[in-house]
């Protein structure tokens, strides 16, 4: 029998984990609940983890300090619950390394069609970018291994990414020196239109230019355009090893 991806819910609110379990398991899944950061440890310790549905108004941890540590330990798929009009909080998720966010109240079945697309989009590979014929991606002095999803500096120092930070680089590594506007790469990245004032492109490409040591005040590698988007200013190179 196939697995089924498992899905873990954590929110202090009973009546949420009770609907979220069931219907994500009459979708296919199967869903395990939290209600705090404690359980979620202990969860994440019990079971194998596909994907975490993270509250961020937690009554023992900030969510987005268990967001960040999770990110630190692993490369599980996160996607945060906010309260309706916190931006700050959805920027703030972004920063700490989440794959994407839902505005509370929400349809579970919108919960559904974003859970379904951050794992496809983090199983998915460009047809011309198969590991098997280029697993390593080399730019700039920078080497992208696609199997491990670790970037390798040139003075060897090697940095695992988040789920988010790899799939904007593998698209910006997919159309290098192409100009790609912020509603382009939502599409991409999230699986989604960029609502109105949506900045977590930005913060995803400040993180992402942190990771390769381009001053975000001068970027050399990610560039913007101002008024049409950003784009990568540099070759990329396929390769069948990394060595």
Known sequence: MEKRDCILIVDDEPEIRRLLVDYLERNGFEAIAARDGREMWQALDRHLIDLVVLDLMLPDTDGLTLCRDLRAKSAIAVLILTARGEETDRILGIEMGADDYLVKPFNPRELLARI??????????????????????????????????????????????????????????????????????????????????????????????QRLRDDSREPELIKTVRGEGYVLAASVEGRATCA
Not at 138 to 143: I, L, Q, R, T
Not at 167 to 187: A, C, G, S, Y
């Open 116 to 209: 379904k697309s951050i794992l496809r989009r983090t199983r998915a590979l460009p047809p011309n970018l198969r590991p098997e014929s280029a697993r390593c991606l080399c730019f700039a002095g920078w080497c992208l291994d696609t199997a491990t999803r670790l970037l390798t500096a040139g003075d060897g120092v090697v940095t695992p990414l988040s789920g988010g930070e790899y799939r904007l680089l593998r698209i910006l590594l997919d159309h290098p020196n192409r100009v790609l506007n912020r509603d382009q790469l939502t599409e991409m990245i999230h699986g989604r239109e960029a609502e109105a004032y949506d900045r977590a492109i930005d913060v995803q490409v400040s993180r992402l230019r």
